[in-house]
């Protein structure tokens, strides 16, 4: 795993987050936790190296938001991002799809199962949204907005427009797969998106963690290393 997943955030980025008194945000801006799930941490089925280190940061990041939306990886048994269900395929190689190139990883997040669980510790009494994603046999999602189709959308974005959200602030994991897609989709949908990178970890696949942060600033996606002022 490259040096992105594995780097230690800055020491005053985690005082800000742990420590101190986190500064109030807007109510038109709307906290996104994305996937911070047991088969998404450490002895789970498609672990993020230190994935569950994001957890007390983002208990302690919801303190500054008056709205918080929690998403889940749900897939079904058999779901066609597992390489499980291609002959002859191993996790992390590429097939391509009917919406095309599809990276395969081990069964993960079976909707119902322990491993789509949300981590044990993370704080969901403040959850006002358990968006699922994924669902769909023959289509992943990695975006919390539109699946990997990029065609077929989930919902989330009416229902932020709807509420009145302006803003989003998006954590979890991981950060180089379903943090960076929502990002870009959040941008796309005209919202104002930032990245709370304390509070993500990533996989880190064939350089995708660098690739992540060059098409996030593109997409107009702002990288904070603390809590926003
Ligand atoms: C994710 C790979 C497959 C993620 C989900 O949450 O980033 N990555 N499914
Ligand atoms: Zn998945």
Redesign the pocket.
């Known amino acids: 795993m490259g040096s992105y997943g594995s780097r230690e955030p800055a020491a005053d980025a985690r005082a800000n987050l742990e420590k101190e008194t986190v500064k109030k945000q807007p109510s038109t801006t709307a906290l996104v936790v994305?996937?911070v799930q047991n088969d998404?941490c450490p002895g789970g089925r498609?672990a993020v190296p230190d994935g569950d280190a994001v957890v007390p940061m983002i208990n302690k990041a919801m303190d500054a938001f008056d709205h918080v939306v929690l998403t889940q990886?749900w897939h079904c048994a058999g779901h066609h991002?597992f390489a499980s269900a291609h002959a002859g395929m191993e996790p992390y190689q590429a097939v391509d799809l009917h919406y095309g190139s599809q990276t395969l990883?081990p069964d993960?997040?079976v909707g119902g199962t322990k491993g789509a669980d949300f981590h044990r510790d993370l704080r969901q009494d403040r959850s006002e949204l358990v968006l699922r994603k994924?669902f769909r046999i023959g289509i992943?999602s990695?975006s919390a907005f539109y699946e990997n189709d990029r065609t077929t959308p989930t919902g989330l974005s009416g229902y932020l427009r709807e509420r009145g959200f302006k803003r989003v602030v998006l954590c979890g994991?991981?950060t180089d797969?379903?943090?960076r897609y929502s990002a870009i989709d959040a941008r796309k949908e005209a919202f104002a998106c930032e990245v709370l990178l304390p509070a993500c970890r990533g996989?880190d696949l064939e350089g995708s963690m660098a690739a992540a942060v060059v098409m996030m600033r593109a997409a107009g996606v702002l990288l904070l290393e603390a809590m926003p002022a």
């Open positions: 994305v996937d998404f498609l990886d991002s990883w993960h997040c994924g992943d990695y994991l991981a797969f379903c943090v996989i």
